[in-house]
C-alpha cells in the first residue's frame, strides 16, 4: 500500500481512469453535503492565508484487475462519493467558461475537460477519467457529452450539476478564485497492490463506524470486492441487483438492512444486534466455508424474494390476501419465521394449504396477544426459535403443540382469555382497530367490503353532553355506562353516514337513509336487531362479535394423544437445563427461605408478566426475555443483583454495592445483600425501577 498526500488537481492529471465497481453503491451526495463543499471551496478562496484544504483519501486497486491498456485503471474502493462530486463542479466550471458566462485567465474550458475530465487521446469508454456503476454511468457520459438524458437517468448527478454551475454563476467571486480554491484541495492518494493488499479488510477499516454505508452495502461488498471483474458483474447483475431493485419498491430503504438481519436470525437462530449485523454475516459466512459465494448469494437472493414478496405483494392472490393480514399487523419480529415457512413451501416440504394455516395460526396469536396486552418484547426470540421447535414430518401439528406448551409471557392466549379482554378493552384506541373490523365484516365473505372507505361510527355518541333521549334509554347511571362502555366492542361499528348519523337517537340511526338497517354491512346488521340501545344491549352484541372473533382468529387445538406425544418430547429437550426450586433447597435456612417467598411474591405483583425462572446458580425474574433482578439464597442472607449499570438507579440508603470488575453470579453491576424484612421496601424499590429500565429495551 502507497499512501500519498497530493493535490487533487495534480491528482487527476496524466492518462488514467477511476473505475466505480458495479457493487458499489449509486452516487448519493445530498444538496446539504454539496453545499456543504461549496461554502469549503468559497472559504479557502477567501482566506489567502490558507495553502491547502484536506478532502480525504481516496483508495483504489493500482495492479492486478483489468488488461494491460494504455490508460491505467483504477478501481475505486472508497472516497468515490467525493471523487464523483469534484469531477461535477469541474464539469460545471468549463460549462461556465465554455458558455463565455465568465472569463477565466488562468485556464481554458477545453484544458480543463482534457486534463481533468477526459483522457484526451483515447477512445470509447477510456476517453473518460471517471467510470461510475450501473445508471450513474450513462448520465455521467452524457453530461460530460452534452447528451440528452435517458428517461431513467441518475437525477442526483444532473441536479449536483446544476447546483454548482448555478453557484459559480452567481458567486461574487471570479473564475480565476474559484480555481486558485480548487488548486488547494488535497487528498490523500493510496493505492493499493492486489498482489499484497488486502482490500476488503482496509475497506472495512475505512468504514469501521459503519456511518456511511448501510450493512447491506458493506455485505455486498464483502461478496464482491475479492473477485475478479467478470465474476462481480455476473453475480451482481443475476442476483444482487435483482434483488435491490425488488427491495426499492419498498416504503424505504431500511427494508434491505432489515431483511439481511432477519436472514442472520434465521440462518443461526441468534439476533445479531442492529448495527452488527454485518458482523453476524461474516461469521456466518466464515461458519460455512464449504459453501460457495454463488451459493450464499443465490440462498440470500432466495429468501429476499420471500420477503419482498411478504412485505409487498405476492402474485397470488390467495396467499396475498394471507400476507396482507399478517402486515397489517405490523409484526416484523415473525419475518425469520414466516421467511423459513416460505421456503418449506416453495420447497413442497408443506402444501399451500398448510402454509395458509401456519400464517393464519402466527396471526391469531399476535392478534390475541395484543388484545390481551401482552408485552411483545419477547416475540422476536420467539419467532426466532419457533422454526426448530417443528418436526417438518409432522409439520403443523408439532407448531401446534408448540404453541400450546408455551406458558407465562410467551403464551397463545386461551378463548377465554381472548373472549374476556375483547369485551373490555378500549379499542376505539387500539392500533390495529381498522384490522379489527375488517376482519370481523369480512369473515366468510367472497365479496370483501373496504374498511378504508368507512369510518368508525359510535352507536352510542362520545358526545358527554348527551341528549335527554340517549339519557333516558341508558337510564340514571348513563353517564357511568357511557364511560365504561363508549370505545368497547359491542359499541363501535362501520359507516359511510358518519356526519348523518352523528349524535342522533339510536331509532333515528336505525331507521334513516344509510342508518343501520338501511346498511350491507354484517356489523351493522348485528346492530339492527336491537329496538333499543342500552348497557344489556352493548353486552349482547359485543358477546356476538367476541364469538365471531375466536372463529376468525382460533387457538391451537389437538387431541390429548397428539399433545402427549408432543409433550414427552418436550419434557425430554427441557429435562437437560430446567431447574426447579428443589435445586437450590439446600442453600435456603427456614429464615431466609421466608424471606425468598416474601420477595418473590411482591417481585411477581409488580406486573402480571414477570416471571421466576431457577437457574443452575441463581434464581432469575424476568420481563419478557430480560432478566431484571437475580437472586442467590444463602443461610444467613439472600444475594441480589439488578441488572443496570452502577449508577443508573437513585439508591438514597446506598443499598447497592459496585460488582462491575468483580466476579458474580447473576446479571448486572449492583448487588445488594437482604437479611431481614425490614429492609425489604428500600430494596423493593431498586428492583422496580430496575424492571421499569429492563421494560423499556427492546429485546
Known amino acids: 500500500m502507497k499512501a500519498t498526500e497530493t493535490n487533487f488537481l495534480q491528482f487527476l492529471k496524466g492518462p488514467k481512469q477511476f473505475v466505480i465497481p458495479i457493487y458499489q453503491r449509486t452516487y448519493s451526495w445530498t444538496k446539504k453535503q454539496c453545499a456543504q463543499l461549496w461554502d469549503d471551496i468559497e472559504r479557502i478562496s477567501e482566506d489567502v492565508n490558507l495553502s491547502a484544504h484536506f478532502l480525504g483519501s481516496i483508495v483504489y486497486v493500482e495492479k492486478g484487475l483489468y488488461h494491460v491498456t494504455s490508460v491505467p485503471q483504477l478501481l475505486v474502493i472508497d472516497g468515490q462519493q467525493r ?28 484544458k480543463v475537460r482534457n486534463y ?30 452534452r447528451n440528452e438524458f435517458e428517461d431513467d437517468h441518475s437525477k442526483r448527478i444532473v441536479e449536483n450539476q446544476k447546483y454548482f454551475k448555478d453557484k459559480i454563476m452567481k458567486s461574487q467571486l471570479t473564475l480565476d478564485e474559484i480555481y486558485q480554491a480548487l488548486n488547494k484541495l488535497i487528498v490523500v492518494d493510496i493505492a493499493l497492490d492486489r498482489d499484497k493488499d488486502n482490500p476488503q479488510l482496509i475497506f472495512e477499516s475505512l468504514n469501521s463506524t459503519g456511518l456511511d454505508l448501510s450493512q447491506a452495502d458493506l455485505i455486498r461488498n464483502y461478496f464482491l470486492m475479492g473477485l475478479q471483474p467478470k465474476e462481480q458483474e455476473y453475480l451482481y447483475n443475476k442476483y444482487w441487483y435483482k434483488l435491490e431493485m425488488k427491495f426499492d419498491k419498498l416504503p424505504d430503504s431500511s427494508y ?14 441468534v439476533i445479531p444486534k442492529i448495527g452488527f449485523v454485518y458482523e453476524a454475516f461474516k461469521s456466518y459466512v466464515t461458519e460455512h466455508a464449504h459453501l460457495t459465494t454463488e451459493e450464499i448469494i443465490i440462498d440470500v437472493y432466495s429468501y429476499g424474494q420471500y420477503y419482498v414478496n411478504l412485505n409487498l405483494h405476492d402474485k397470488d392472490p390467495v396467499l396475498e390476501n394471507v400476507f396482507r393480514d399478517i402486515r397489517g399487523l405490523r409484526v416484523d419480529t415473525a419475518n425469520p419465521f414466516l421467511m423459513q415457512v416460505y421456503n418449506d413451501y416453495v420447497q413442497n416440504i408443506i402444501n399451500k394449504d398448510e402454509l395458509i394455516t401456519v400464517f393464519r395460526l402466527v396471526e391469531s396469536y399476535v392478534f390475541r396477544r395484543a388484545i390481551c396486552s401482552i408485552p ?7 419467532f426466532a426459535a419457533l422454526s426448530k421447535e417443528i418436526d417438518k414430518t409432522d409439520y403443523l401439528n408439532s407448531l401446534k403443540a408448540a ?12 378463548d377465554e382469555e381472548f373472549r374476556r379482554d375483547l369485551l373490555i378493552k378500549d379499542l376505539y384506541n387500539f392500533r390495529n382497530r381498522n384490522y379489527l373490523l375488517r376482519k370481523l365484516e369480512n369473515h366468510n ?12 361510527e359510535h352507536i352510542m355518541p362520545q358526545n358527554k353532553n348527551l341528549s335527554v333521549e340517549w339519557q333516558t334509554a341508558l337510564g340514571s347511571e348513563w353517564e357511568a355506562i357511557q364511560l365504561s362502555y363508549l370505545h368497547t366492542l359491542g359499541n363501535l361499528t362501520l359507516t359511510g353516514y358518519n356526519s348523518e348519523l352523528s349524535d342522533r337517537s339510536f331509532s333515528e ?7 343501520f338497517k338501511d346498511s350491507p354491512l354484517w356489523l351493522n346488521r348485528s346492530v339492527s336487531k336491537f ?54 433447597a439446600n442453600a435456603f435456612s427456614s429464615e431466609t427461605h421466608k424471606l425468598y417467598d416474601l420477595l418473590k411474591t411482591r417481585i411477581l405483583n409488580i406486573d402480571s408478566s414477570v416471571h421466576e425462572e431457577v437457574k443452575k446458580f441463581y434464581i432469575a425474574f424476568k420481563y419478557g426475555n430480560r432478566n431484571f433482578v437475580d437472586l442467590l439464597p444463602a443461610k444467613q442472607t439472600i444475594k441480589i443483583w439488578l441488572n443496570c449499570k452502577f449508577g443508573e438507579l437513585h439508591d438514597p440508603d446506598h443499598l447497592g454495592r459496585d460488582v462491575t470488575d468483580i466476579g458474580h453470579r447473576g446479571n448486572g453491576d449492583i448487588e445488594i445483600s437482604l437479611k431481614s424484612e425490614t429492609d425489604l421496601e428500600p430494596i423493593m424499590d431498586l428492583i422496580q425501577q430496575s424492571f421499569i429500565l429492563n421494560s423499556d429495551q427492546d429485546e
Not at 83 to 110: N, P, R, Y
Not at 117 to 133: R, V
Not at 376 to 382: A, I, Q, Y
Open 83 to 110: 471523487l464523483t462530486t469534484l469531477s461535477l463542479i469541474l464539469s460545471a466550471f468549463s460549462e461556465v467558461m465554455g458558455e463565455q458566462i465568465k472569463t477565466c485567465e488562468s485556464i481554458t474550458s477545453k
Open 116 to 145: 481533468f475530465l477526459f483522457n484526451a487521446e483515447e477512445d470509447d469508454d477510456t476517453q473518460y477519467k471517471l467510470l461510475l456503476t450501473q445508471k450513474d454511468r450513462q448520465t455521467y457520459i452524457d453530461l460530460l457529452e
Open 256 to 269: 434491505f438492512d432489515r431483511f439481511i438481519r432477519d436472514y442472520i436470525t434465521l440462518k443461526t437462530g
Open 376 to 382: 411483545t418484547n419477547s416475540l422476536n426470540n420467539t
Open 403 to 414: 404453541f400450546i406448551f408455551k406458558t407465562s409471557y410467551r403464551r397463545f392466549p386461551s
Open 445 to 456: 365473505r367472497k365479496e370483501i367490503v373496504n374498511v378504508e372507505n368507512y369510518t368508525i
Open 509 to 515: 340511526k336505525l331507521s334513516l337513509v344509510g342508518g
Open 531 to 584: 329496538t333499543t340501545w342500552k348497557k344489556e344491549s352493548i353486552e349482547e352484541r359485543a358477546n356476538i362479535l367476541a364469538e365471531r372473533a375466536i372463529t376468525v382468529w382460533q387457538s391451537p387445538t389437538l387431541s390429548e394423544d397428539v399433545l402427549k406425544r408432543f409433550k414427552k418430547n418436550e419434557n425430554e429437550s427441557k429435562s437437560k437445563t430446567d431447574y426447579s426450586i428443589e435445586h437450590h
